[in-house]
Each structure stands twice: as C-alpha cells, then as structure tokens.
C-alpha cells in the first residue's frame, strides 16, 4: 500500500515552504525505499520552488541531494538490500533506450530524464502527478538510479555530492584533468568548493577568482595554490592565458569575457551555474586561441557512483550547515546571500510529527 511521507513543500511562487503530507508508491518490482535521514540544499531547488526557470507545478516538494538508509527493496532488486546507506541525484528515470542512456549519460536522454522533482511521474501508483523530491522522509526509486554511499562518508556531507559533487566531477574528468593541468574556479560557493578539492585531489594546479579575499583561506585549505581578484587589472592581466580549464560556477548573470581571455590556447570555460539571463560573448577572443565556451550537465549513474567512490578514497567530503526543515526558508533567504560555507543539508530526522 501507499507509503505515506511528511514533507517541506512550496504551494506558490511567492510563499514560504510549509509542511505537507502526501503518498509515495509501494516498492514495485524494480523499486528500492529509502528512509531519508539527510537532504542537501542546491540553488536549483530556490529557482525552481520560486517559478524562476519556468512556471513549477504546487504543492512542489524540492530536493535532489539525498542521502538515506534502504528500507525495503523489491522482488528484482539485487544490488540493494534493507540498511544499505544510499543516495539519489537529480534524476529517479530516464527512457534507458536512446543513445545517451545507452552510454550511461542519462542526464543527457533525448526524451528528457525524470527528474527527482517537478517531472511528470511516469510511474504512477499514486494521487501525485509529479515527482515530489528529498524534502521528505521517505522516497521510493528505481534501483537503476539509486547509488551506493561508501561507509567512509557520513551520510550528511554525502548528500550534497549527488548534485554539487558530480556536477563538478563530471567536466572535470570529461576535459582531462590530471596531474599539470591548470584549473581555475569561478566562485567558492556549493559547487565551486567541490570543484577545488576534486581537481586538486585529481593532481592539478587550482586557482580560485572571486570577488573579494573573502573567502582566500578556506580556498587555500581546500586544495587551491593561487587566489585572483576580478577587480585586479593587473592580476588578471599577468594570469592571461593560463588556465586549461576554467569552471564557471556563478548562478547569477555575470561578465564573463575578461574571464574568456584567461584561457590558454584550446581552453575551455565549462559553464555550470544555473543562469537565467544571457551573458554576452565576443567571438575574437575565443578565435585568437580557439578557446571554447561549454556546458555540462550533473553526470550519469555509473560517473556519479564513480564520484562517490573517488570521494571516499581521497578523503573528500563537502563542507555543511546542517539545519531543521523548519529553518529551509531561512537557508533559501540566506543563500541568496551567499551566507552557507558551503551546503546546507537538511536533517530530516528533525521533521516534526
């Protein structure tokens, strides 16, 4: 029978998030059920509750950054069994046919993946029309799309790594990182402190730009050798051309072609912040040195697993604030701040009765 599931949830745009109770399916053949003890916070779960990347569907429970123990599993599932300590991304389905899915890049199906929230629910079993998110206490996933969390990883800095750690650790490996590279990291934020400590444990030389020295001892202990300021003409002018790659980070519209001019020939600026308005590009800059701008898009399963699996072995975890579901609108006011060193996560155990 259905399971019923507390849950934070946006009912409108303009509203705070509130408690709200609804049904999650019964584990299907193929399902795994997972207790949620940890849900991580990620700046897509503001703009979507707030109708900021396209009109959202309410009640809309957000959530894509969850961490939990099984607590049931199916009659086909295999790989899971109950007390397994396990995560769920963005996505909780793909149509497992095209040739994305058939590459195990999922995040990339042309039909377009389920995601863990705000998507059509394809799998029915319920009153809900859409998928509703890690908000909640409870979730039912296809095995395909649950991870396994290594033993080594506390559960409450685990849960950011399925968004903010592949999202950086997928561009990362696509583009070659490895020892001598020169990476450099647009905003130490969720995502940007993720991308420090995964390309310096993958051997290459980290700078970190920002807007002020804010935050210069942090990105130093994080694995970073060098600190620009964008502000600083001169710096930024003796650093041109040196940088293999650049992740872009920044989910706010921004100037981005004094950046461009810092990539070495054949480098490429990933782009990975959630923008909603356009950021003006000039073609000679990118001619000169056939420099590319690029997008990437979080990571397949089997790469996110892989992530998991790098992160435990290298000792790498995200930097968290843990705090009560009662407390998710003051984190969503404060984020817009920029006041999180470096993730919220949302204690889930704490959801009152």
């Not at 990347?53 to 959530?63: C, I, M, N, Q, S």
């Not at 849960?159 to 990362?172: K, M, R």
């Not at 490996?173 to 390309?199: C, N």
Request: proline share 5%.
């Amino acid at each position: 029978m259905p399971i019923a599931t507390r849950a934070f949830a946006a009912t409108a745009a303009d509203k705070p998030l509130t408690p709200y109770s609804f049904e999650r399916r019964d584990p299907g053949p193929d399902d795994v059920l997972i207790d949620i003890k940890f849900s991580g916070i990620c700046h897509s779960d503001l703009h979507m509750a707030r109708s900021e990347t396209g009109p959202a569907h309410y009640p809309l429970v957000p959530g894509h950054e969850i961490a939990g123990v099984v607590a049931a599993v199916g009659a086909n599932v295999t790989r899971f069994k109950e007390g397994d300590r396990v995560g769920v991304g963005c996505m909780v389905d793909s149509c497992r046919e095209c040739s994305s899915c058939q590459e195990g890049l999922e995040q990339y199906c042309v039909p377009g993946f389920t995601g863990t929230y705000g998507a059509k629910d394809t799998k029915g079993g319920t009153a809900e029309t859409i998928t509703q998110g890690g908000y909640s206490d409870h979730i039912t996933v296809d095995q395909h799309f649950v991870l396994s969390i290594p033993d080594s990883l506390p559960l409450d800095v685990a849960a950011p790594l399925l968004c903010a750690g592949v999202t950086t650790y997928s561009p990362l490996k696509t583009w070659g990182v490895g020892p001598g590279s020169k990476v450099a990291v647009i905003g130490l934020g969720g995502l940007g402190h993720m991308a420090v400590k995964l390309a310096a444990a993958m051997g290459a030389e980290v700078t970190v730009l920002s807007t002020s020295d804010r935050k210069k001892a942090d990105a130093e202990r994080m694995g970073a050798k060098h600190f620009l300021i964008n502000s600083d003409k001169a710096a930024m002018k003796a650093a041109a051309e040196s940088f293999d790659l650049i992740i872009n980070t920044v989910s706010a519209t921004h100037e981005i072609s004094s950046q461009v001019q810092l990539l070495a020939r054949d480098g490429t600026m990933v782009m990975l912040g959630l923008t909603t308005e356009g950021l003006p590009v000039y073609a000679v800059p990118l001619l000169w040195r056939r420099r590319r701008i690029a997008g990437s898009l979080i990571g397949g399963i089997a790469e996110t697993q892989e992530m998991l699996n790098f992160c435990a072995e290298h000792g790498i975890a995200c930097e968290i604030e843990t705090i009560a579901p009662d407390q998710i609108n003051e984190a969503y006011e404060r984020m817009l701040k920029s006041d999180v060193r470096y993730r919220f996560v949302i204690d889930m155990e704490k959801l009152a009765a």
